[in-house]
């Protein structure tokens, strides 16, 4: 079993500043792309920034260059740093990660998310 857990979310005026952590933890052989999602009611949830194991990154363009995804592989660990926050950026962020880890006696990749940590931006 492997569990994502997300930190981090919040209250922020335009044009501040969050960060996000998210943890993997459990039966983990190795994980893969780690990715950040957001979703707002009643629109689909998008991909915001996404990381390789190699530290290949990938942003939509509606969050270049104000936001930045990391990892600490050694940890398990997935961070998004929120910088220049818009109110559209407000939404739930959810972590997401492709995991190696056993089943019975094999090894499968799967995807997990996280529970979602809500970021709102507002004056």
């Known amino acids: 079993q492997v569990q994502l857990v997300e930190s981090g979310g919040g209250l922020v005026q335009p044009g501040g500043s969050l960060r996000l952590s998210c943890a993997a933890s459990?039966?983990?052989?190795?994980?893969?792309?780690m990715g950040w999602y957001r979703q707002v009611p009643g629109k689909q949830r998008e991909l915001v920034a996404a990381i390789t194991s190699g530290g290949t990154t990938d942003y939509a363009d509606s969050v270049k260059g104000r936001f930045t995804i990391s990892r600490d592989n050694a940890k398990n660990t997935v961070y998004l740093q929120l910088n220049s926050l818009k109110p559209e950026d407000t939404a739930v962020y959810s972590c997401?990660?492709?995991?190696?880890?056993?089943?019975?006696?094999?090894?499968?990749?799967?995807?997990?998310w996280g529970q979602g940590t809500q970021v709102t931006v507002s004056s």
């Open positions: 459990g039966s983990i052989f190795s994980i893969a792309t």
């Open positions: 997401n990660a492709r995991v190696l880890s056993p089943r019975g006696l094999k090894r499968t990749w799967d995807d997990y």
